[in-house]
Each structure stands twice: as structure tokens, then as C-alpha cells.
Nanobody, 115 residues
Framework: QVQLVESGGGLVQVGGSLRLSCAASGRIDQIDFMAWYRQAPGKQRELVAAITSGSNTNYADSVKGRFTISRDNAKSTVYLQMNNLKPEDTAVYHC?????????WGQGTQVTVSS
């Protein structure tokens, strides 16, 4: 099973930027689908951005134009570049990977946007 470790979260002011990283054990080029989800207190986990093995991407409407997901197969890492952050982006961000029927989750990294 793929192991995922996120990093890059932190405290940022409104309008600021952060880049999250998700390091995967093994070769992520064998992973069908990777994504970033987030969960705010009292809310359900929601999909933020996704990228396929063919590098097709998909974004939640709330982050389109502000967030960019990318992958570096050589480094076995997926990134989430987050610009123009808003208070409603505050959440724990989790990395997700799927290889066939198997899925893996990272432990999460906290992003807090202060106004």
C-alpha cells in the first residue's frame, strides 16, 4: 500500500500563499489518481483538487483559479499550490491516492488563514 506524508501547512494571512506537498512511498506513476481533500471543523471532508496518471486535473469550484495541483513523478510527490487564500480555506488538508481498488490517506496538514 502507498504511504503518504503531507507537509507545508501553516498559518497565513488572507491573500497569502502556501504550497502543500504530499510525498508518496514508491513510484507514484503507478498511482491511478491522487487528490487533495480538506476537512474543516464541523464539516464533511470535501474534494479540493485531483490529478490523474495522465495529469488531467479537476478542482472544486471554490478553489478554481486560486489552487493548482501538480505532480512530480521523479520525486514521487504531489503538490497543491494555494494562492489568494481565504478564511474559508482553513481546514486540515489530506492527501489521497488510489492504486486500482486500494486507497491511501495521509495524516493531514493544518492550514489556517487568518483575517
Amino acid at each position: 500500500q502507498v504511504q503518504l506524508v503531507e507537509s507545508g501547512g501553516g498559518l497565513v494571512q488572507v491573500g497569502g500563499s502556501l504550497r502543500l506537498s504530499c510525498a508518496a512511498s514508491g513510484r507514484i506513476d503507478q498511482i491511478d489518481f491522487m487528490a487533495w481533500y480538506r476537512q474543516a471543523p464541523g464539516k464533511q471532508r470535501e474534494l479540493v483538487a485531483a490529478i490523474t496518471s495522465g495529469s488531467n486535473t479537476n478542482y472544486a469550484d471554490s478553489v478554481k483559479g486560486r489552487f493548482t495541483i501538480s505532480r512530480d513523478n521523479a520525486k514521487s510527490t504531489v503538490y497543491l499550490q494555494m494562492n489568494n487564500l481565504k478564511p474559508e480555506d482553513t481546514a486540515v488538508y489530506h492527501c489521497y491516492a488510489r492504486v486500482g481498488p486500494r486507497v491511501s490517506w495521509g495524516q493531514g496538514t493544518q492550514v489556517t488563514v487568518s483575517s
